[in-house]
C-alpha cells in the first residue's frame, strides 16, 4: 500500500459520525500511515483501534464544559510535529470543514510552511438521516438545507438570522443542540415556523446506544428533557424529517418505566 503522509505533512481527517465502517478507505489509509494523530474526544475506540500501535495518539477534544486545549495550543502542537518531520493527522469528527475550525488550523500550518490537506468525513447530520430513514431534502417538501450551530459557548444563543431559519421549504440541522432546544423551539416559532413542524432528536448517531427521535417543534424542549444523557445531539427540523424515529409518546413512556 502506498503511503499517503509525507514526512512534515499534515492531514486533517474527517472521523465520520462514530462508526468506523463509516470511514472513507482514504481515512483509513492515513489513519494507518500515520506516526502521530491528534484526536477529538468524540472519536470513538473503534475508530482509533484503526491507528497502529506504533503511532502516537494524542487527546486534543473540546466537548461543551470540558475543554482539555484551547485552539492555539493544538495549533502549536500540529506545527511542532511537523517541524520534527512527523507524518501527522488531526483526527476530527464528522467532517473537518463543518464547524470543525479546520481553517484555523490550517491557516496556523500554512503560516509555519507546512503543507496542509484534508480529507472530508461523512458529516452527523447525513448519518442522522440515514439512521431515521429520511432525507435531508425532499422532492417539493424540502429545497433547501441548513446546517446551523447552535453550541452555547457564552451561555447565550448565538446571533441568528431566525426569521431566514424559519423557512418551511428548508430542512435545518443544528449541531450540538442538546442544551439549545428550548431556545430553537421558541425562536423558529417566533419567528413564523409552525410549532407542528416535524422536527428529529438525534444521539450518539452511528453508534451502537444510537437514539433517533420524533417530534415536533413546539415539543422539542420535552423531549430533549426527556431523552436524558449527554451524547452528542443534532436537532432537525423540516418536513422532510416527518415519518422517522421513534414517536415522542413512546419515548416519554419508555423513561417513566
Given at each position: 500500500?502506498?503511503?499517503?503522509?509525507?514526512?512534515?505533512?499534515?492531514?486533517?481527517?474527517?472521523?465520520?459520525?462514530?462508526?468506523?465502517?463509516?470511514?472513507?478507505?482514504?481515512?483509513?489509509?492515513?489513519?494507518?500511515?500515520?506516526?502521530?494523530?491528534?484526536?477529538?474526544?468524540?472519536?470513538?475506540?473503534?475508530?482509533l483501534a484503526l491507528i497502529p500501535p506504533a503511532a502516537r495518539l494524542v487527546g486534543v477534544g473540546k466537548r461543551a464544559g470540558r475543554h482539555s486545549r484551547n485552539q492555539d495550543a493544538i495549533n502549536a502542537l500540529l506545527v511542532?510535529?511537523?517541524?520534527?518531520?512527523?507524518?501527522?493527522?488531526?483526527?476530527?469528527?464528522?467532517?473537518?470543514?463543518?464547524?470543525?475550525?479546520?481553517?484555523?488550523?490550517?491557516?496556523?500550518l500554512e503560516a509555519a510552511g507546512i503543507a496542509a490537506h484534508i480529507c472530508p468525513g461523512v458529516t452527523a447530520?447525513?448519518?442522522?438521516?440515514?439512521?431515521?430513514?429520511?432525507?435531508?431534502?425532499?422532492?417539493?417538501?424540502?429545497?433547501?438545507?441548513?446546517?446551523?450551530?447552535?453550541?452555547?459557548?457564552?451561555?447565550?444563543?448565538?446571533?441568528?438570522?431566525?426569521?431566514?431559519?424559519?423557512?418551511?421549504?428548508?430542512?435545518?440541522?443544528?449541531?450540538?443542540?442538546?442544551?439549545?432546544?428550548?431556545?430553537?423551539?421558541r425562536r423558529l416559532i417566533a419567528a413564523g415556523l409552525s410549532g407542528a413542524t416535524p422536527a428529529l432528536i438525534a444521539c450518539d448517531i452511528s453508534l451502537p446506544r444510537e437514539r433517533v427521535f420524533r417530534t415536533r417543534l413546539d415539543l422539542l424542549p420535552i423531549a430533549a428533557t426527556a431523552i436524558g444523557g449527554d451524547g452528542p445531539t443534532l436537532i432537525l427540523v423540516g418536513e422532510a424529517t416527518a415519518g422517522g424515529g421513534i414517536p415522542l409518546g413512546a419515548l416519554v413512556e419508555e423513561q417513566c418505566r
Open positions: 500500500m502506498d503511503e499517503v503522509i509525507l514526512a512534515g505533512h499534515v492531514w486533517l481527517v474527517g472521523a465520520g459520525p462514530g462508526d468506523p465502517d463509516l470511514l472513507t478507505r482514504k481515512a483509513e489509509r492515513l489513519l494507518r500511515a500515520a506516526t502521530v494523530v491528534f484526536h477529538d474526544a468524540l472519536v470513538g475506540p473503534g475508530i511542532e510535529a511537523a517541524l520534527a518531520g512527523e507524518r501527522v493527522v488531526r483526527l476530527k469528527g464528522g467532517d473537518p470543514s463543518l464547524f470543525g475550525r479546520s481553517m484555523e488550523e490550517m491557516a496556523a447530520a447525513s448519518a442522522a438521516a440515514a439512521s431515521a430513514r429520511v432525507s435531508l431534502s425532499l422532492r417539493g417538501r424540502a429545497r433547501r438545507v441548513q446546517f446551523v450551530t447552535a453550541h452555547l459557548c457564552t451561555g447565550s444563543p448565538p446571533a441568528q438570522d431566525w426569521r431566514a431559519l424559519a423557512d418551511p421549504t428548508a430542512t435545518t440541522v443544528f449541531y450540538m443542540s442538546r442544551g439549545a432546544a428550548g431556545e430553537i423551539s
